[in-house]
């Protein structure tokens, strides 16, 4: 069970309570950043109390009511932020839009939350808003940051933030105690914010989540990594994702840190340097990207650094992340490490702005056992953490010192993380979501009775009480001997080796896994090109003995690792094929954001399907592909099919 | 009034030398660009060399001293040397540097200055020498007893070598392709490319004839006073020329030459004592600065126009 | 490698627009400054005061003289040393003329007299550019030292025009030591080269770099060229003036006109080409380099060659050196040793990435 | 002839165009006997787009060189803002609020984009060398006043995240952007565009006349512009004069001109 959260002083149970607190106790600390005009422009709590109560009078001025709901879209600005905490002040709630979504999208969520108010950040934001008036009945007011553009928009519904905010200094003076009265009024179980799901399934939903929980979510993660005033955050991830509004609202509010918004999105890399962040988070392929950069920045360098580079990174590799960690290290290693801190991981750190760095975390998708270690050894305290939209992006993180690659840690504070029948991860606790906006049949399917959030992400707990995510809980079927049979987790295994871009395994209702592969053509052809082999394109590359070897070797390292979890030794890789072609979305096979469609390509291979399990030695398989020119052609060949290397499990059954 | 003719015609001679070093600028500057500072270092360095085989070369060869063959043949010898040194100038300094600012060439050039002298110094040492060409700096009896004008044979002979040589020259640029050729490459470059000639040789061969102009130029004035590290100072004369004349105009060497040499000596005869003598030293240079301020593209320099 | 840049941000253009905006940078400048102010003097011996860190230091200002209007504003100049010679000329004989004139007061009067000439001397430039502005430069070479030596008032009518310094006493301390002098020389030099960097980092140096680069582009955004070029000269004979004060003052102690001859103009002039054309920083090293190197020459040739080769050689070898060194330089990296010091840095700051 | 072009000159929401600025009168220019540009008359109305287009080589660039003093025209009056303009330098021009790009970028090569972009102030600031010589004090207040200013510049531009990189490096389509924001530093009443968007691709010549169109709308400035791009010109300009051999064949709003039998000849000629 989780360790209790901290009582919350009963006045400090709101943001806006929050922001007044921090403008009193530590009005000079900076606590919002810009690079605006070339440097960091800083807003102190003193100043963003300011702001933020010009504009919540400003937009009382024009009528705003408690409870109205008020869009924010835009890149992070701390005017928007100060906009969201202008809201709550009002007893309004802010709806978080991502600024990159098209106008019909936001139609639909203007609709949907009966948005009144839409504050934006530039003209891009505004043409959006126009177009989609029409469309959104009860949007009555548009109002905009950055006035750039817009002299002539002559739209009597359209107000620049900066005269909102005069009209409500105005306002504040004729009635100073207005504001403070507003926030009185206010309860922790107000809804704070409304943040919609992706929606992969169906249409978005907005999730209403409560002062009480986003500040406990907050609380928890301060408490958790002992978070401070001191802290620096980049703010670069989309407002309107729950992460963002966790990490660069929420918690800032609550420790009363500071938060820095680049100065556009070309210069983030160079913004992060800059800052050097003390508290960081990032998606996988932020981190992914980063070490690819790193490598191929490296290429160039002299033969010498190079080996002073990679000789160090070894030494990292060996005792890198149990320094960190805290575990017992050997003192030649750990001269070594200090030495490689010295030339190669201080310095490497400090260039990519991670020097600073206290916590760092990673969410979202999974990450690389390789790309995760990488940054643990080179000393960024990189962990991962588990959550969704509707628990306010808090359920499991990971301890200090605790560190498992695979796992998402422990639940958090004051969470308390069950397991369903069917391997379904249940989560109860002060995070939970209020409810989702106007769908109270969506509410009532994803709470049980005993108030648990049903994830649909399906996991265990390992001997140590640290939590696994295997797969979406729909996905996970069972083999023939009813054991766990997990796709997506085994398919990840798979993609994490360099060499392998697609995998998609089947076993759903049978005796034993079996599984496509898609190689990786640029690893692949560099592999094989060190060893001097000939290929003529995909197809053939794909079908040579060598690649099948490098193949089972890594299959076979997988079934390695599945053999050691007792819940997943069943779940071995038995036989692979290479497929002949690669999965493209132009196919159908995978979805436009890369995903595989299994179901879809379960049915148009059927064949090999069949032949992986009738224990056949190859298959003939002819495929219609459609090329980029929008032609169409037929793929035909041969494909070889192995018996993968597995541990303690017998072959499967020769029979049909 | 005869005295001032005296004067006069000393000076003109002396500036006829000033002429020949300016002259060797012009050339080189005519066909690649290069404002050469160190053609007063070649200079010296082509003296040098003269006068050093000249004293070897009896030795090596066992050739009787001062003979026509080893005059000649040390002759021939300082003209490879200046060939060479030419060419490897061209090949080591200027190409590498080719596309840069003319200032950075000029510097260059600086830089080349003192390598040249150090080179000429460290193999042929750095003593005083005399230049023997066999003619007597004697006064010409037939124009002394005529008019009583002292006029030295040497400075007539000085004044017909520079005479030969720019004819020379002058035929050289007007009738043989390689001269046309350079004549195009002052112009533009990319014309003098479709001659067929192309840029490096006619660099190389302008190198070339600088170091022959500047050896000749070096011989006549070592003969006149001595081969010496002074000689470098004396040719720097040779820039007040280069602004009187333009620094693209062969004429304008000559003449700018010749009013350097006479006005300078003038000056010191008549201004001179007033002001305690030696003006020679910064007379030129301020004549020519003064000149810079009325007509800055020189006498027969193109005026140039800047377009934007 | 040795750079921490993270977490230095800047929140105000004055932090941004400071001198050395990285902390490690600013670090190392107070660790220079520390050592070359305290430690040097009370460790240093007399020879290395007398011949080595003080001529530096005064060549080093001379040379920055030279770079505000070479490498600054674009216009060659070889008559740097005749501007020195008018500042120590034009010191000494305020001193001299003016009872009680205060030693600072007569070396700025010096700056200002040089300044003066070398407005004169720069006129030219209005109508001309490059080689023939190098060309009228020498005018102001041969003509300055001709008159210092002719005019026997200057050197309050010594012979040949030698001159002797007069005491160095500032508020009743008298400068004699070689260490006393080293320390006055740096104080002078750090304090003038700081507002040298200031000056290019300013509009001054804007406009001047604007003329040097595109003229008629400066002209047309409302910088008078004329007023650019003027100004560099007279900043850049002031400081050549001061330069050539503290050259009698605080280093030779008796000087003449002929000492301030071309060969010096040359010296300055590669001083800057080594150093760094269009970098107060590569003065100093140009400086360090040029006055370095010919010791180096006289102590390491003979250590190879012994003495067969003689006292010529030495000479002979130091103009090869030097002129093989400039056209090295010119070809292989024209911003001389600032730059590949700035390179360095540069690799130092991405340290272990190459660029 | 003029008079009734401008009158149907189209007016955009919230831009007035307004009187006459700049007037040029039977203006002739010769080299050394080369004439460039022969009796060309025209004017300039506050807050318009005014084009120049023309073969090359018609005398565009010499018109805005005359403009800005760089040329002094043989013949000929100019008046800028009623006043006869004598003889003047282009030094003088910017005193008078004429800011101008140039054809073949004439950028400070040595310096970065933001002191560039500083130069472009030069008139503007006040302080001496031996304030600059001090720093602390009055020349780091202006240094920071005019810094913020410059800042403003370059958040139009969007040249952020390239402002402390020397222009030497940058591409072409940027050293065009940043010159514009040298030109703009000086708050210039008019504004001289000498091919902004020559040798640029579709992008970045969008991006140029959105700055361009901005510049006009925002600031009020009058432009003058030469430009190829016909699609360009005639999209964004009010008026149109056509140079042809140093002579005036057209004047008069973009529909006007494309109508013009003398300009489709010189045009189809030119093509030809």
């Not at chain 1, 149970?13 to 605006?36: I, N, S, Y």
């Not at chain 2, 006069?8 to 290069?34: D, E, N, P, R, T």
């Not at chain 3, 990296?333 to 130092?348: D, N, V």
Request: hydrophobic share 50%.
């Amino acid at each position: 069970m989780a360790e209790p959260l901290k009582a919350v002083e009963p006045e400090l149970d709101t943001f806006p309570r929050l922001l007044l607190q921090h403008a009193r106790v530590r009005p000079q600390r900076p606590a919002m950043r810009e690079k605006e005009y070339g440097i960091w422009q800083t807003l102190t709590w003193a100043d963003v109390a300011a702001e933020v109560r010009a504009i919540a009078c400003g937009l009382a001025t024009l009528g705003f009511k408690r409870g109205d709901r008020l869009a924010i879209i835009g890149d992070n600005r701390p005017r928007l932020y100060c906009t969201v905490a202008a809201c709550q002040c009002l007893g309004g709630i802010p709806v978080m839009l991502y600024q990159d979504a098209v106008a019909e999208e936001m139609a639909y969520v203007l609709q949907d939350a009966e948005v009144k108010f839409a504050v934006v950040e530039d003209q891009e934001q505004v043409d959006k808003m126009l177009e989609v008036k029409d469309q959104s009945a009860t949007l009555e007011h548009v109002i905009y940051d950055d006035p750039r553009g817009l002299r002539h928009y002559t739209q009597a519904f359209l107000l620049g933030l900066a005269e909102l905010q005069e009209m409500g200094r105005i306002h504040d003076r004729n009635q100073a105690d207005f504001l403070d009265g507003e926030i009185a009024k206010g309860s922790s179980d107000d809804i704070s914010v409304m943040l919609y799901t992706s929606g992969t399934t169906g249409k978005p939903k907005g999730v209403c989540q409560t002062h009480r929980a986003f500040i406990a979510a907050a609380r928890g993660g301060i408490q958790f990594d002992r978070l401070t005033e001191a802290e620096d955050i980049l703010s670069y991830l989309p407002m309107a994702w729950v992460g963002d509004h966790l990490f660069s609202f929420a918690q800032a509010m609550v420790a009363g840190f500071t938060i820095n918004c680049p100065e556009s999105g070309e210069t983030v890399m160079t913004d992060l340097r800059e800052i050097g962040p003390t508290y960081y988070f990032a998606p996988p392929r932020v981190f992914e990207n980063l070490l690819t950069q790193v490598m191929i920045r490296m290429e160039d360098a002299s033969r010498i650094k190079r080996a002073i580079f990679h000789k160090y990174l070894d030494v990292a590799r060996r005792c890198g992340a149990d320094i960190l960690d805290g575990k017992p290290v050997g003192l030649g290693d750990r001269i070594q490490y200090w030495l490689g801190n010295l030339l190669v991981f201080g310095p490497l750190k400090n260039v990519l702005g991670l020097s600073r760095i206290r916590v760092a975390y990673t969410a979202g998708a999974a990450i690389g056992p390789d790309l995760f270690r990488f940054y643990r050894s080179l000393g960024v305290n990189l962990k991962q953490l588990y959550g969704q939209t509707e628990t306010c992006a808090y359920v499991c993180l990971q301890p200090d010192g605790q560190i498992k690659l695979d796992s998402v840690g422990v639940p958090a504070p004051a969470v308390d993380v069950k397991l369903a029948e069917n391997g379904e991860i249940l989560v109860r606790g002060p995070m939970l979501l209020k409810a989702y906006y106007r769908r109270p049949d969506a509410t009532a399917e994803s709470i049980n009775a005993e108030g648990y959030f049903m994830t649909g992400d399906a996991g265990f707990f390992d001997e140590d009480g640290h939590l696994k995510i295997i797969d979406r809980a729909k996905d996970v079927g069972k083999l023939v001997d009813g054991s766990m049979f997990a796709p997506n987790y085994i398919e990840n295994k798979l993609k994490f080796f360099q060499y392998i871009k697609e995998a998609v395994c089947f076993g759903n209702g049978r005796e034993g896994v079996t599984a496509f592969i898609n190689i990786d053509l640029e690893a692949v052809g560099n592999w094989a090109e060190r060893r001097g082999m000939a290929y003529a394109g995909y197809t053939d590359l794909a079908s040579q003995s060598a690649v099948y070897e490098l193949m089972r070797e890594c299959v076979g390292q997988v079934n390695e690792d599945l053999a050691t979890d007792p819940k997943m030794r069943g779940s071995q890789v038995q036989r692979f094929l290479v497929l002949h072609k690669e999965l493209d979305a132009d196919d159908g096979e995978l979805t436009r954001t890369r995903k595989v469609r299994r179901n879809f390509i379960a049915e148009k291979y059927a064949v090999l399907i069949e032949a992986l399990y009738a224990g056949r030695a190859s298959q003939r398989i002819e495929t219609q592909v459609k090329y980029e020119d929008g032609r169409t052609g037929v793929v035909a060949a041969d494909l070889r099919i192995e018996d993968a290397r597995t541990v303690g499990l017998d072959p499967l059954k020769q029979a049909a | 009034m005869q005295f001032f003719f005296e004067v006069l015609i000393g000076g003109l001679l002396s500036g006829v030398l000033y002429s020949l070093v300016a002259l060797g600028f012009v050339l080189i500057y005519k066909a690649s660009g290069v404002f050469n500072f160190a053609q007063g270092a070649m200079v010296f360095f082509a003296a040098l060399t003269f006068v050093g085989f000249q004293e070897v070369l009896p030795g090596w060869l066992g050739l009787e001293p001062g003979s026509a063959v080893v005059f000649w043949l040390a002759f021939v010898l300082a003209l490879a040397s200046m060939v060479v040194l030419g060419l490897l100038t061209e090949r080591v300094v200027l190409r590498p540097l080719v596309n840069q600012p003319h200032i950075t060439l000029f510097m260059a050039t600086i830089g080349l200055t003192f390598l040249v002298e150090g080179i000429a110094q460290g193999i042929w040492g750095a003593n005083v020498r005399g230049l023997d060409l066999g003619i007597v700096d004697e006064p010409i009896e037939w124009l002394m007893d005529r008019s009583g004008i002292l006029v030295s044979k040497f400075d007539l002979f000085a004044a017909a070598a520079a005479g030969v040589l720019v004819t020379s020259l002058a035929l050289f640029f007007q009738y043989t392709r390689i001269g046309r050729a350079l004549r195009a490459v002052a112009d533009d470059h990319q014309a003098a490319l479709s001659i067929g000639i192309p840029l490096q040789h006619i660099w190389g061969i302008v190198w070339g004839v600088a170091g022959f102009v500047a050896l000749v130029a070096g011989m006549i004035w070592g003969a006149r006073n001595g081969v010496q590290f002074a000689l470098t100072f004396t040719a720097l004369k040779a820039l007040p020329v280069l602004i009187l004349g333009g620094f693209t105009s062969v004429p304008g060497a000559i003449v700018g030459g010749l009013i350097i040499g006479a006005s300078e000596k003038l000056a010191e005869v008549y201004i001179g004592p007033m002001v305690g003598g030696g003006i020679e030293s910064w007379f030129p240079y301020m004549l020519a600065l003064a000149f810079l301020l009325v007509r800055p593209e020189g006498l027969f320099g193109e005026r140039h126009i800047d377009r934007v | 490698m040795l750079y921490r840049e993270a977490g230095q941000f800047k929140t105000s253009y004055s932090a941004d627009q400071q001198i050395f905006p990285i902390l490690q940078d600013r670090y190392g400048y107070w660790v220079i400054l520390a050592i070359f102010g305290v430690l040097v003097p009370m460790l240093a011996s007399a020879y290395w005061l007398k011949a080595i860190l003080i001529p530096v230091l005064i060549f080093s200002l001379a040379a920055i003289g030279l770079n505000i209007l070479t490498g600054y504003a674009g216009q060659l100049s070889l008559g740097s040393a005749a501007f020195m010679a008018v500042g120590a000329f034009g010191a000494y004989n305020f001193r001299l003329r003016i009872d009680g004139l205060p030693f600072l007061v007569a070396l700025i009067l010096g700056g200002l007299a040089a300044a003066a000439v070398g407005v004169l001397f720069g006129l030219p430039s209005l109508r001309i550019k490059g080689f023939y502005l190098a060309v009228a430069t020498l005018a102001a070479q041969f003509f300055i030292v001709w008159v210092l030596v002719k005019f026997p008032w200057f050197s309050n009518n010594a012979s040949s025009g030698v001159i002797t310094a007069q005491d160095v006493v500032i508020l009743g301390y008298h400068f004699d030591g070689p260490q006393a002098k080293y320390v006055l020389t740096l104080a002078v030099v750090a304090a003038l080269a700081l507002a040298a960097k200031n000056l290019v980092r300013t509009a001054t140096g804007r406009s001047w770099m604007a003329v040097r680069d595109m003229d008629v582009a400066a002209e047309v955004i409302g910088i008078r060229p004329m007023r650019a070029k003027l100004l560099a000269f007279a900043v850049s004979s002031f400081y050549c003036g001061v330069a050539g004060a503290l050259y009698a003052y605080t280093y030779l102690g008796t000087v003449e006109p002929e000492g301030f001859n071309l060969d010096l103009s040359f010296r300055i002039l590669f001083m800057i080409i080594i150093g760094g054309v269009g970098s107060i920083m590569g003065s100093f090293l140009g400086s360090a380099f040029i006055v370095l190197l010919p010791i180096l020459l006289d102590n390491v040739v003979p250590a190879i060659f012994g003495n067969a080769l003689g006292a010529g050689f030495a000479s002979n070898l130091q103009l090869i050196v030097f002129g093989g060194l400039i056209i090295f330089f010119l070809i292989v990296e024209p911003h001389g040793l600032a730059r590949l010091w700035q390179i360095g840095k540069e690799k130092l700051r991405l340290w272990p990435f190459p660029h | 002839m003029s008079a009734v072009m401008t009158a149907e000159a189209p007016v955009a929401e919230g831009r007035r165009i307004g009187e006459v600025i700049l007037d040029l009168q039977g203006i002739s220019l010769s080299f050394g006997g080369v004439k460039a540009l022969t009796n060309i008359s025209f004017n300039v109305r506050e807050h318009e787009i005014r084009s120049i287009i023309g073969p090359n080589g018609a005398g565009k660039s010499s018109m805005l060189n005359v403009i800005n003093g760089v040329y002094h025209p043989q013949e000929g009056q100019i008046h800028f803002h009623g006043s006869r303009r004598q003889k003047m330098d282009p030094h003088q021009a910017a005193a008078q609020g004429i800011a101008r790009t140039f054809q073949n970028i004439a950028l400070f090569k040595g310096m970065s984009v933001l002191d560039n972009i500083m130069t472009g102030r030069s008139l503007k600031m006040k302080c001496g060398l031996l304030r600059h010589a001090l720093y602390w004090g009055p020349a780091q207040r202006e240094e920071i006043a005019h810094r913020r200013k410059v800042e403003e510049i370059i958040d139009f531009l969007e040249i952020q995240s390239i402002r402390k990189t020397p222009v030497g490096r940058l591409p072409y389509g940027l050293q065009k952007r940043v010159e514009l924001g040298r030109a703009l530093a000086a708050e210039p009443s008019m504004l001289l565009l000498d091919e902004p968007m020559a040798g640029m691709n579709v992008e970045e010549k969008q991006d140029m006349c959105r700055f361009i169109l901005d510049v006009n709308d925002q600031f009020g400035t009058t432009i003058v512009l030469i430009e190829h791009d016909m699609g360009v010109v005639m999209d964004i300009s009010d008026r149109v004069v056509v140079l042809d051999y140093g002579k005036k064949i057209g004047d008069g709003t973009p529909d006007e001109v494309k109508n013009n039998p003398d300009v489709i000849a010189a045009y189809l000629g030119a093509s030809h």
